[in-house]
């Protein structure tokens, strides 16, 4: 297991919010960027109408930090009452496969 935590957070937001959650994570997505440990945090719509915020961070203690820092704190409250079902959060941790370095976040 490498130490780079890799998470998937799913947001399903009710249709008559879905303009509202999008522009929060929109303009959360760069404050996210520059704290401790962000590897990257990506925002990403699926053909189901659902955002996907995929982001990765150096070690499980900085993602459990960003988990307590305000910015998800502001997400939390706001999309409270706006969605479909709750966030699904999945983390997860790269197993390397192939020569190519293609499977692996981390590249050498």
């Not at 459990?64 to 409270?80: F, G, N, Q, R, Y």
Request: include cysteine.
């Amino acid at each position: 297991m490498t130490e780079i935590c890799t998470v998937v957070a799913v947001f399903s937001p009710k249709p008559e919010h879905y303009k509202e959650v999008y522009d929060l994570l929109l303009r959360i997505t760069p404050l996210v960027h520059e704290e401790p440990g962000c590897e990257f945090y990506t925002m990403n719509e699926d053909v189901e109408g659902r955002i996907i915020q995929i982001e990765a961070w150096t070690t499980k203690q900085h993602w459990v930090d960003h988990i307590e820092a305000p910015t998800v704190k502001e997400i939390l409250s706001t999309v409270e009452g706006k969605l479909l079902r709750d966030i699904d959060v999945f983390e997860m941790y790269n197993v390397p496969a192939g020569s190519s370095g293609k499977g692996s976040l981390r590249q050498s």
